[in-house]
């Protein structure tokens, strides 16, 4: 495969962008190797600009459910564009995309756009804070939720990937109040809450963790949560950032049947804007301002393009059997890599929910970052870099979830399982021999 042309631009990226990038993840650090450099998306693939085409199963990092460059999509963003692309005033399409979050999450009645998922938990956290008027906060070992100082401690994603302990910066005082426990891990919650229970704010989680690499909660994991904090007068949170209409449509919460305190969204809801949300009960939501005095605001906040963009791409999920169909399809991606490691005789672990999912090079799937850490890296990077060659696209890091969409079809899952087949024997190399 001739990548000279990304060759040329990582050259010169590196010379005035940092890191080559604008977000860790994309340097291909876990995996060696240069990133390609994208000319164009379209439907399930992306064509990079020396015109190689990869099956794309990171989608933009989950937000493109229907699939890159969606018509629906693409004419909902022309037509709102034709209008102007900001009025810093209100817009119907703000109403109209809330209102579609509050039918599949009835408990949010209230809903707070932002411009980013790390907003998002941010302005979540702040709130939490102001309404329990306590200060401390648990979150889960390998659990992201954006780039928040409070919440890079033991984060996942491009803070595992890059093999980074906490992030310098944030000051100690303040990653104090962060406490951490392994996801899956209720008792350690329950003892925590014991211990200081009448401090903690709020418990966060990914309630499918998809920053560890993709990882289930267990069964009676987040029902524990919630009885705990409710018994604790702690809030729950959500970070449905990545799972929202990828795990079902609505979220975790719908698909267990829980109701957090509040939720965050991000990602799907923006369909490739950039779009965050905070919401959950008006009780709790009316703290924020200009409702209560819980300060909070974004000159960009509630953009039409934006939420135009969220709302074409939502309606075209929700249209019949079209999500069912592209989770069917991830169910089968994941069944399919899994025979074809286990006929290659590699120590191999998928799984999937909805239109979201994952592997390990590790015989059984982890139940938490630690876990997760033990899978054969190695034999990962020699799977993606050969996948990568025969044109499919995988995450580039073991620790991060993939993902597909409504325009993945029959071709693409043939072409990923011919690449699989010797990707595998690439991998193979690398199984430890002990
Ligand atoms: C991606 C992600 C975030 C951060 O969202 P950004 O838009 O990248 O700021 C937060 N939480 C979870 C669970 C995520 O997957």
Not at 30 to 37: D, L, S, V
Not at 398 to 405: K, M, R
Request: aromatic letters at 8%; one cysteine or more; charged letters at 20%.
């Amino acid at each position: 495969m001739n990548r000279s042309q990304s060759e040329k631009l990582w050259q010169e990226a590196l010379g005035v962008l940092v890191g080559g990038v604008n977000s860790p993840v994309r340097a291909f650090r876990a995996a060696g190797g240069h990133p390609f450099f994208v000319r164009r998306g379209f439907g399930p693939y992306l064509e990079d600009v020396d015109g190689n085409r990869y099956v794309d199963f990171v989608l933009s990092w989950g937000p493109l459910a229907a699939g890159h460059a969606h018509p629906a999509v693409l004419d909902a963003v022309r037509e709102a564009i034709g209008a102007g692309l900001s009025y810093g005033c209100p817009c119907e399409a703000e109403i109209r995309l809330a209102q579609k979050i509050r039918a599949y999450f009835p408990f949010a009645e209230r809903v707070r756009f932002v411009s980013s998922g790390t907003e998002a938990v941010m302005s979540a956290i702040r709130l939490a804070r102001a309404a329990t008027g306590r200060n401390e906060i648990i979150k889960m070992d390998g659990c992201y939720h954006g780039h928040a100082d409070s919440l890079l401690i033991s984060a996942g994603s491009g803070v595992a990937t890059l093999a980074l302990q906490d992030s310098p910066g944030v000051p100690a005082d303040l990653a104090r109040l962060t406490h951490t426990v392994p996801y899956n891990d209720a008792d350690a919650v329950s003892r925590l809450l014991e211990e200081r229970g009448p401090k903690i704010a709020c418990v966060i989680v990914e309630p499918v963790a998809g920053n560890m690499g993709f990882v289930l909660p267990e069964p009676g994991y987040l029902a524990a949560l919630r009885d705990l904090t409710a018994r604790h007068g702690a809030l729950l949170i959500f970070d449905e950032v990545m799972t929202g209409f990828r795990v079902a449509l609505g979220g975790a919460s719908t698909l267990f049947g829980i109701t957090p305190d509040l939720i965050t969204l991000g990602k799907v809801i923006g369909g490739g804007m950039p779009v965050g949300a905070y919401a959950g009960p008006a009780a709790l939501m009316d703290q924020v301002a200009p409702a209560g005095p819980v300060y909070q605001a974004g000159t960009l906040s509630g953009n039409p393009v934006a939420m135009a963009a969220g709302l074409a791409t939502l309606e075209t999920l929700e249209k019949p059997g079209v999500f069912e169909q592209a989770a069917r399809r991830m169910a089968e991606l994941m069944r399919g890599l899994q025979e074809r490691a286990r006929a290659a005789g590699i120590a191999f672990s998928a799984a999937s929910l909805g239109t979201m999912g994952g592997f390990f090079f590790r015989g059984e799937a982890p139940r938490t970052m630690a876990e997760a850490k033990t899978s054969n890296q190695s034999a990962w990077r020699a799977f993606f870099n050969a996948l990568l060659e025969n044109g499919v696209y995988f995450a580039p890091s073991p620790f991060e979830a993939c993902f597909i969409s409504t325009a993945h079809g029959e071709t693409e899952q043939v072409t990923v399982f011919n690449a699989a087949e010797t990707a595998f024997e690439r991998a193979k190399n690398f199984e430890k021999t002990s």
